[in-house]
C-alpha cells in the first residue's frame, strides 16, 4: 500500500528493512521513558496484531507510527518524526493512516499513552480529538507521568 499524501510525503506499511529505522528513532524519541526503548518499541512492531507505517520524503524514512488492534479496541503503540521533519504534518499523517487502519480492522476506539511533559505530542493528539481520559502517576520506568488518551472512531 503506497500513496502520496502531501509535499512529497509518502506513507507506506512497514517492511523488514524499516527495521533499523525504527530501532535508531524509537531509541532516540523514547529514551527518556524507557533505558530500553529501541528493542522494546521493535518488539511490539514485529508483532502479529501490529500495524506499523512508515514516513518517507523522498528517499529518507522521516517517522513511524504503529497501532495494534483487538476487536473493537486499538491502540497507538509508538509514533515518532525525526527531529529535522517536526511540525511539517508528519505526525498528523501518520496518525491519520493509523486511525484508517484501525477503522478497517472494526476498531471503534482508539486509545495511546503519551508522556504528561511531551506538549507536542499530547497537542498533536488533541487537535485530531483525542481527549485525555486519565492521568497516569509514574507510569514510565523512569518515573514520569503519563496521559491515557482515546478517540472514538466512526465506521469505515
Not at 112 to 140: D, K, W
Amino acid at each position: 500500500m503506497r500513496r502520496l499524501v502531501q509535499d512529497a510525503l509518502e506513507i507506506r506499511k512497514r517492511e523488514y528493512e524499516d527495521d533499523d529505522f525504527i530501532l535508531r528513532l524509537s531509541a532516540s524519541a523514547f529514551s527518556d521513558y524507557s533505558r530500553r526503548s529501541g528493542p522494546n518499541t521493535l518488539g511490539f512492531v514485529r508483532a502479529e496484531s501490529a500495524h506499523t507505517f512508515i514516513a518517507w520524503r523522498g528517499s529518507e524514512r522521516i517517522g513511524f507510527a504503529s497501532i495494534d488492534c483487538h476487536g473493537a479496541q486499538a491502540s497507538l503503540q509508538a509514533i515518532a518524526v525525526i527531529q529535522s521533519e517536526k511540525g511539517r504534518g508528519v505526525g498528523a499523517c501518520l496518525l491519520a493512516a493509523a486511525e484508517t487502519a484501525a477503522r478497517a480492522q472494526a476498531a471503534r476506539q482508539l486509545s495511546l499513552c503519551t508522556g504528561e511533559a511531551n506538549v507536542e505530542a499530547l497537542q498533536l493528539f488533541l487537535r485530531s480529538g483525542f481527549r485525555i481520559v486519565r492521568r497516569l502517576p509514574s507510569y514510565y520506568a523512569r518515573g514520569q507521568n503519563a496521559c491515557a488518551l482515546s478517540k472514538r472512531l466512526a465506521p469505515a
